[in-house]
């Protein structure tokens, strides 16, 4: 199950004196966790740590710059994953229900509801490394006044604010026929980031998948190293064909 209040993370109180690496790794799980729900907004220290969500730079492929072992497709298991907001215990509303496929061995979390809610993030799914992540984001009431473009400026903008170079931003082509009752196809695209720490430089690929339906816009996204691309494809083509949104 999902965990709702699991406690703060890592670096919800950095200690002094830390090392470029680990103020990197820092910043990293920042940006897997707030890159991908580009305008949302919600407490890091509400968010769940029951993973090394702050990893050894020293030891995980992909972080350490030194480490190019790509990890292998792994095999899916099926989360069936329904998000009720918990500002209201007594009657909770069910703000998201979906289907998808995760690696097995993920740990899945979800933020608590509140504040900002124009996208929140309904669920965050960590690899145990901690350096590759799924998430599955719906921003509510888009159409019919925005759309897809809408949504990745924002994106672009909030990743932009949080990396050291500027954002390498694909642009969104189409990946099937208009849903039924919405305007617009499924899109999909990828944003690179890097971010740099001492001697450690951190590139991400961000895989985003955008699903419309008649007012909602769904997104789900794959965040990882950049030089993990091939295994990174087959994950996303994976999880992506898996997706279905209650």
């Known amino acids: 199950p999902l965990a709702a209040h699991p406690g703060p993370l890592p670096f919800d109180r950095p200690p002094r004196g830390r090392s470029g690496a680990a103020t990197l790794a820092v910043g990293l799980v920042a940006l897997l966790v707030f890159g991908v729900g580009a305008a949302g907004g919600f407490g890091l220290s509400r968010w769940a740590a029951g993973v090394p969500l702050v990893p050894d730079l020293r030891t995980v492929p992909g972080l350490d710059p030194r480490v190019r072992e790509e990890p292998a497709v792994p095999e899916l298991r099926t989360a069936q994953v329904t998000v009720t907001n918990q500002l209201l215990p007594t009657d909770p509303e069910v703000v998201g229900r979906f289907t998808i496929g995760v690696p097995?061995?993920?740990?899945?979390?979800?933020?608590?509801?509140?504040?900002?809610?124009?996208?929140?993030?309904?669920?965050?799914?960590?690899?145990?490394?901690?350096?590759?992540?799924?998430?599955?984001?719906?921003?509510?009431?888009?159409?019919?006044?925005?759309?897809?473009?809408?949504?990745?400026?924002?994106?672009?903008?909030?990743?932009?604010?949080?990396?050291?170079?500027?954002?390498?931003?694909?642009?969104?082509?189409?990946?099937?026929?208009?849903?039924?009752?919405?305007?617009?196809?499924?899109?999909?695209?990828?944003?690179?980031?890097v971010e740099r720490g001492g001697d450690v430089e951190l590139r991400r690929t961000i895989l985003v998948h955008l699903l419309p339906t008649a007012s909602d816009l769904w997104i789900v996204s794959v965040t990882v190293p950049s030089d993990q691309q091939k295994a990174a494809d087959a994950l996303f083509r994976q999880v992506v064909s898996s997706f279905v949104p209650g």
Do not use: C
């Open 104 to 193: 097995a061995g993920w740990a899945e979390y979800r933020p608590p509801l509140g504040g900002d809610e124009k996208l929140p993030v309904l669920a965050l799914f960590v690899a145990p490394e901690g350096n590759r992540t799924i998430s599955v984001d719906r921003a509510t009431g888009v159409y019919p006044g925005g759309g897809i473009t809408d949504h990745l400026d924002a994106m672009y903008d909030r990743l932009g604010d949080q990396v050291d170079e500027p954002v390498v931003r694909q642009p969104a082509n189409p990946v099937g026929p208009v849903p039924p009752g919405a305007t617009e196809a499924p899109h999909e695209t990828s944003f690179r980031t």
